[in-house]
C-alpha cells in the first residue's frame, strides 16, 4: 500500500506526520509525507522554531510524483491540519490529483478545527473551507466530537444524537467516518469512546480513559484508521484495530511519563497490540448501496 500523507511535521515529538509517518511504515505502508510545516516542536510547548510552507509546495511537490508515473500506485491520501485555506485548497486539490490517477484511491481528511474545552484554534477560512470542500471531496473524515458538532450543526451528548450527527455528516459527503474523543451520557466518566460508521453499519469501541494529555493521538488514530479501513475494507475491523493499537500506544506513553506519545517505543502495538477490545454494532448499515467504497 502506498499512502500521500501532507500534514505538519515537527523535529522534536511526535505530531502531524511526526506522529502518522513511521506507525504506518511499521504496518508495512509505503508513506509518502509532504510536510505543511516544519518546526521545532509542537506548538503546545509555547514556544517553537521552524518555517510554515506555502501552497507552492504542495503543488510542486505532486507535480513531481505526478512526472515520475507513480501516483497510479498510489492508494490514498491522508490530510491533517491545514493551516490556512490556500493551503487546504492546494491539499483537496492534490487529492484530486491522486484520484484521477488512480481513480480506487481514496482520501481521508482529519479535520482539525478545534477540540472541547478549546473551541476553535484554527485560522479563519479553515472551518469553512472543510465543512464546503473537504468534506464533499473526503471519502473518509475523522472528527473528534467537538468537530463533528461543529460541522453538522448538531449536539452530540447523548449517544443517539452521535448517531444522528454521524448520519448528517455522511449526507455532507464522506462514506465513512471515525469520531474520536467521543462522551456521551452512556460513557462512563472512567472510559472514552469511539465511533465508527460506513455502509456495513455503526460501531462503538470503549476503553479505559488514561489520564493523559496527549498531542499528536488524533493524528496517530487517523492514519491507523485509514490504512487499516483501506485493508479491511469496513469500519468495524479498521476501529478495532485502530483503537487497540492506539490505547496501547498511550498507556505505553503514560507509564513512561512521557510528555510526547511514545510511537517508537510502543511501536510493537501497532502491529500487534497488548490488549484488543470488542466492537459493539450500535445500528443496521446507515448508507445506500450505492455510497459503498
Given at each position: ?17 511526526s506522529a502518522a509517518v ?263 448499515p446507515p448508507l445506500d ?5
Amino acid at each position: 500500500m502506498n499512502l500521500v500523507s501532507i500534514q505538519s511535521h515537527v523535529v522534536y515529538g511526535h505530531v502531524g506526520n511526526s506522529a502518522a509517518v513511521f506507525p504506518l511504515q511499521r504496518m508495512g505502508v509505503e508513506v509518502w509525507p509532504i510536510h505543511t510545516v516544519q518546526f521545532s516542536n509542537h506548538t503546545g510547548y509555547g514556544e517553537w522554531k521552524g518555517e510554515v510552507f506555502g501552497p507552492k509546495l504542495i503543488r510542486d511537490l505532486m507535480a513531481g510524483l505526478e512526472a515520475r508515473g507513480v501516483l497510479a500506485e498510489c492508494d490514498g491520501l491522508l490530510s491533517g491540519y491545514m493551516g490556512s485555506a490556500e493551503i487546504a485548497a492546494a491539499i483537496v486539490e492534490a487529492a484530486g490529483t491522486v484520484k484521477r490517477a488512480n481513480p480506487s484511491a481514496r482520501y481521508c481528511c482529519d479535520p482539525v478545527i478545534g477540540d472541547v474545552g478549546k473551541g476553535v484554534f484554527v485560522r479563519e477560512g479553515i472551518p469553512d473551507f472543510i465543512k464546503k470542500t473537504a468534506l464533499p471531496a473526503a471519502d473518509i473524515v475523522t472528527p473528534n466530537q467537538f468537530e463533528l458538532d461543529f460541522l453538522t450543526g448538531r449536539p452530540s451528548a447523548t449517544r443517539a444524537q452521535a448517531v444522528d450527527a454521524v448520519k448528517a455528516l455522511h449526507d455532507m459527503g464522506p462514506r465513512a467516518v471515525l469520531v474520536t474523543s467521543l462522551h456521551t451520557d452512556e460513557t462512563p466518566q472512567d472510559a472514552i469512546d469511539m465511533l465508527a460508521s460506513d455502509d456495513t453499519g455503526c460501531y462503538l469501541l470503549r476503553t479505559p480513559k488514561l489520564q493523559l494529555v496527549a498531542n499528536g493521538a488524533g493524528d496517530l488514530i487517523a492514519a491507523l484508521f485509514f490504512a487499516h479501513y483501506l485493508r479491511q475494507g469496513g469500519a468495524k475491523e479498521a476501529l478495532a484495530r485502530a483503537g487497540s493499537s492506539v490505547f496501547g500506544i498511550m498507556q505505553k506513553s503514560l507509564e513512561a511519563g512521557a510528555r510526547e506519545i511514545q510511537v517508537v517505543k510502543a511501536q510493537q502495538e501497532v502491529v500487534e497490540p497488548s490488549r484488543s477490545f470488542e466492537v459493539e454494532q450500535l445500528v443496521a448499515p446507515p448508507l445506500d448501496a450505492e455510497k459503498q467504497i
